[in-house]
């Protein structure tokens, strides 16, 4: 007579075992070092856009056109926005400036051309030239060109991307760096 068994076999629980491991692998995986990557190098390439669109309005318009970074209420307010010191702070904005003095005031006919989202408050953008960014009617910069450094962590600098921006008014992005934001 033949006797039931009960239980799994080395094999089945072998197999088990190992889906259970990679299930355990994926929903455990750390993917923020990919998001910090990620967040860097997307913020740096729609920075790289506002540059360009700002270059060629001041190509096409035949006027000034600045980019700088301003306090975020008073850019959603239409109030007068001077040009931060800290790239960080506030909202990186372009702007048709119409006295040409730097500073963003509807009151004398500038006009907010782009407006982009604020950086993190986890993370910090850095510029080594001026405070903003002035091109003139031939798309050209009367600022001092430099590198803009993106660190999507202030805990440390393994995830720092970098943009360049020439005295043609180019911008180019460079990438991973070592450069840090402190």
Do not use: H
């Not at 993370?123 to 030239?129: A, H, P, R, V, W």
């Amino acid at each position: 007579m033949k006797s039931l068994q009960r239980g799994f076999t080395l094999v089945e629980l072998m197999v088990t075992l190992a889906i259970v491991g990679i299930v355990a692998l994926i929903a455990l995986w750390d993917s923020s070092d990919m998001l910090e990557n990620d967040r860097a190098e997307s913020y740096l390439l729609e920075l790289k856009r506002t540059l360009s669109f700002a270059r060629a309005k001041a190509t096409s318009s035949d006027a000034i056109i600045v980019v700088c970074s301003g306090n975020t209420s008073r850019v959603e307010s239409n109030r007068r926005v001077p040009c931060l010191n800290d790239w960080s702070q506030g909202t990186v904005f372009v702007f048709f400036d119409s006295n040409q003095n730097g500073v963003y005031n509807p009151r004398v006919g500038d006009i907010i051309l782009r407006v982009m989202e604020e950086v993190p408050e986890s993370s910090q953008l850095i510029f080594t030239g001026d405070n903003s960014i002035i091109f003139d009617t031939s798309g050209m910069l009367t600022s001092s060109q430099g590198k803009f450094t993106y660190c999507p962590s202030k805990a440390d600098d393994d995830n720092n991307k970098q943009l360049e921006v020439f005295t043609s008014g180019t911008a180019l992005y460079i990438g991973a760096t070592t450069d840090g934001c402190n």
